[in-house]
């Protein structure tokens, strides 16, 4: 909202006469309370002779291609100027501002004599947009008769020395689109009484009659008051005065005519938008309704709308006139024969009024100030505000019965509030009456001592709870008087071993080239169909949101698969085809104990019985990691072609998580869903199954459009065993001894199982074993296979020899024999 600093001044100085403060004080003072500002716009500065004058004689030139006039100006010398002109908007005897030879408009406009159209131009006839003070180039600034002689200074008398300030006001403070509510602010920042201008005391508001204009309320219509006024025999060509003038334009509205400017004024004023009806249009009484199927309302900006039934429209017996809180029709709009007005004031519903704007794409300065809440209780007030400044403008007669019609709306509740509660939120100690003091500032009543019993004002509806006036207290006494103290971090022990051992997973598979990413905690529609997930799986166990950030992603994850490979899909259909991403995150596992439970109070600590409830109707939330891999693992380039990801990629990314958990991890082959059933295998530790890893079915990877044999891994990090790895091992500084073994052994025996065999013979001098090499062929005959290991042999306290080494081996052949291994010759 655009704020002029005069403006701001003179209604801050009825409760602080003398009261004033510059232009970077007022910057200051609306950031102390909670508001941006924009930007700052002083008016430009004009140099050299800029004065008002009378237009006295008006010569038409016919013989230019457009209307071009030659006017005899008067500006208190002793002889009138002539000065050429193309505006059309005045006539003679007008007062109006001239820019005479020497000045300089704003952008560094100059003006000097020059000849033209045949004539000398001794100067310029300026519009509001010449001068800086507005954007309406249509016309010249004509000013109302009265406002000033011939020749004085047009520079004071268009107060060309004021200053505007283009405050952000948030959806959540609606009392603030109004000098009303700004100024109020402002006499809060800078600690003034505040006169409110929107009181019955500053004006005074008349008993409604019966006997008004007939005025009726639909429920449904959601609006709950309508005010209206009878004003008649106004002067239809009477001129709005300059200092209104001059306010609107400062504010960004175009001035029009008296009626129309009022009521723009006083919505700037107090926040109430108003409307003016001609009433010698109107077609019997005023209704507030919904619109019926097929009506149709031609709007002020001439456009014929389509009505919606769920559009809110002020009515006659001739059907809609308006579209409340947004727009009024032509067919009742004042014109310059208008002398009998019809003034509305009213109070709409916000949604209904936003969804109209949205619906008809029909914004209003009107709708911004319904759709943030008005004051219900300002309604009577701006309408006898609106209709006294009409009579003293436009002249006409105010008809002493007036319409105001209310429904029934629920009282404001009441808030218990102790006064040392923003003290002990802030963690200081504020002098005794303080909370009182600054909720009494913003409106509210407040009684009571210790407890203060506080009823928020009509316009801030935004104070609901304890909450919300601490903040209150708080912005007015100032963030700045808060002490910042910085809290003196206690001992501990640093993270836990669950921690250390999330961010060991992560770090090491960051470090082997994976790419960490955060998928979306909901799965999309049939993701577990598309994996091919079992309706018996534990996975389909599922999680229902009632309120899902996205209707169609309401599940919450039983698995990272899903959000992982959508962003691989994601990724292919942008041109990148080779992946190595992991994520690492909860899934949430339902159950019969997961359901809603009520809300836990905030005005004490829960039972333990209250926090057990809210535990136990919680799903099981494991932390689970998973990575997937498409394309090449190994890019190709100068040093030959690339290799594509397989099976055994992924079982590596199992062996480094298990590695960088700490533990063991035994693959072992196994059929789950969406894994290849051949290249697949269970992730063991103890013999405890906590994951999968492999290659993904060829029909998943085409359903879900994936880089053919793409494969994923994901385990149970919670499943994994904590593993203290205090004190660290040590090292022997003694050589290793190294050798190769190959064995032959049926084609159904895994690897695994040889390995582990060998590794319970060959005891505790065998430092490492390693699987290097697997051979099928008929040297080892058919159902057989070959696999060749190597092996590091080391002792603690000696250096060992090639003899104890060989023994080592040998024992760790024999004890191979057990699953069918034998020495490959």
Same mark, same amino acid.
């Given at each position: ?31 102390? &309370? =909670? ?32 209307? +071009? ?27 109006? &501002?001239?820019?005479? $030879? ?23 006839? %300026? ?193 809609? +006139? ?64 609106? @209709?006294?400044? +009409? ?30 509660? @923003? ?91 994976? *790419? ?9 529609? =049939? ?5 091919? *997930? ?65 809300? #836990? ?39 030959? #072609? ?14 480094? *998580? ?21 290249? %697949? ?26 880089? $053919? ?19 660290? $091992? ?32 060959? =005891?505790?001098?065998?430092?490492? *074993? ?56």
């Amino acid at each position: 909202m655009r704020v002029s600093q005069s403006w701001l001044t003179e209604l801050l100085q009825a409760g602080a006469p003398g009261w004033s403060a510059s232009v970077d004080e007022l910057d200051a003072g609306f950031v102390r &309370v =909670g508001f941006e500002i924009e930007d700052v716009h002083p008016l430009p500065e004009i140099t050299g002779p800029l004065v008002v004058g009378r237009v006295a004689q008006i010569t038409e030139l016919t013989e230019f291609k457009k209307p +071009i006039r030659f006017c005899q100006v008067e500006v208190g010398e002793a002889e009138p100027r002539g000065i050429v002109c193309g505006a059309r908007n005045f006539a003679e005897g007008d007062l109006i &501002v001239a820019a005479l $030879p020497g000045a300089v408009l704003p952008g560094g406009f100059a003006i000097a004599s020059r000849k033209t159209y045949g004539q000398v131009s001794d100067g310029m006839i %300026c519009s509001v947009s010449e001068l800086g003070i507005g954007h309406d180039h249509s016309g010249i600034l004509v000013l109302p008769p009265g406002t000033a002689e011939p020749g004085a200074d047009a520079k004071h008398v268009l107060g060309m020395s004021d200053t505007v300030f283009d405050v952000n006001v948030t959806p959540d403070r609606g009392y603030a689109f109004s000098m009303r509510g700004l100024s109020r602010e402002v006499a809060g920042s800078f600690d003034v009484a505040f006169v409110d201008p929107g009181s019955t005391e500053v004006v005074p508001v008349p008993a409604p009659s019966d006997s008004g204009w007939p005025v009726a309320i639909d429920a449904a219509s959601g609006a709950t008051r309508y005010g209206a006024q009878v004003i008649r025999g106004i002067d239809p060509n009477a001129l709005t005065p300059w200092w209104m003038q001059r306010r609107l334009l400062l504010a960004g509205v175009r001035p029009i005519s008296p009626a129309v400017d009022v009521t723009n004024y006083v919505m700037m004023e107090l926040g109430q938008p108003l409307h003016a009806f001609d009433a010698a249009k109107l077609s019997g009484g005023i209704t507030v309704r919904r619109a019926t199927v097929g009506e149709k309302l031609t709007t002020l900006d001439d456009a014929v709308r389509t009505l919606d039934v769920e559009d809110v429209v002020i009515a006659d017996e001739s059907g809609p +006139i308006a579209m409340a809180g947004v727009m009024g029709g032509a067919n009742t709009e004042v014109g310059a024969d208008t002398v009998d007005i019809l003034l509305e004031a009213a109070t709409f519903d916000p949604v209904a009024v936003f969804r109209t704007v949205k619906r008809h794409k029909l914004s209003s300065e009107a709708s911004k100030r319904f759709e943030r809440v008005v004051d219900p209780e300002v309604t009577a007030v701006a309408l006898q505000r609106a @209709a006294g400044l +009409i009579a003293e403008i436009a002249g006409g007669t105010i008809e002493s019965d007036y319409t105001d019609v209310r429904l029934d709306m629920p009282a404001a509740p009441s808030i218990e509030f102790p006064a040392d509660t @923003a003290d002990k939120v802030a963690g200081t100690s504020y002098p005794e009456g303080t909370a009182k003091r600054w909720l009494e500032q913003i409106g509210a009543r407040v009684e009571g001592t210790d407890v203060l019993t506080v009823t928020p004002p009509s316009w801030r509806p935004d104070l609901a709870e304890r909450a919300d006036l601490v903040e209150e207290v708080l912005r007015l006494q100032g963030y700045d008087t808060i002490p910042v103290e910085l809290p003196s971090a206690p001992a501990g022990t640093g993270l836990t071993a669950a921690q250390r051992r999330r961010r060991a997973v992560g770090a090491t598979l960051a470090l082997s080239g994976y *790419i960490e990413v955060l998928p979306f905690p909901f799965m999309p529609a =049939g993701a577990l169909d598309s994996l091919d *997930i079992a309706v018996d799986d534990s996975r389909r166990r599922t999680v229902t949101v009632l309120n899902p950030l996205e209707a169609d992603r309401a599940q919450l994850n039983t698995t990272l698969l899903p959000g992982l490979l959508e962003m691989v899909s994601r990724n292919v259909s942008r041109g990148q085809r080779d992946l190595s991403l992991y994520a690492i995150g909860q899934v949430y596992f339902g159950g019969d104990n997961v359901h809603a439970v009520d809300p #836990a109070p905030v005005d004490r600590r829960p039972t333990d019985a209250e926090i057990a409830e809210i535990v136990g109707a919680l799903p099981t939330q494991p932390l689970h990691v998973a990575a997937v891999l498409a394309g090449n693992r190994e890019p190709s380039g100068p040093w030959g #072609a690339g290799r594509p990801a397989d099976a055994t990629d992924a079982f590596e990314a199992a062996r480094l *998580i298990g590695e960088a958990a700490g533990v063991d991890v035994e693959l072992v082959a196994a059929q789950q869903e969406p894994w290849h059933p051949g290249r %697949c295998a269970a992730v063991t530790v103890d013999g405890e199954t906590v994951g999968y890893a492999g290659e993904l079915t060829p029909a998943v990877v085409d359903r879900l459009g994936l880089p $053919p044999r793409s494969c994923a891994v994901e385990i149970d990090v919670d499943a994994l065993p904590l593993v203290n790895r205090y004190p660290a $091992p040590q090292l022997s500084p003694f050589p290793a001894v190294l050798q190769d073994l190959a064995v032959v052994v049926p084609s159904t025996v895994p690897a695994s199982a040889v390995q582990a065999a060998l590794t319970i013979g060959a =005891g505790e001098l065998l430092e490492d *074993i390693t699987l290097f090499d697997q051979f099928t062929g008929p040297q080892v005959g058919e159902g057989h296979k070959s696999l060749t290991f190597a092996l590091r042999f080391r002792a603690a306290d000696r250096t060992l020899t090639e003899d104890e080494a060989s023994a080592a081996r040998d024992a760790a052949v024999e004890a191979a024999a057990a699953v069918g291994a034998q020495l490959r010759a």
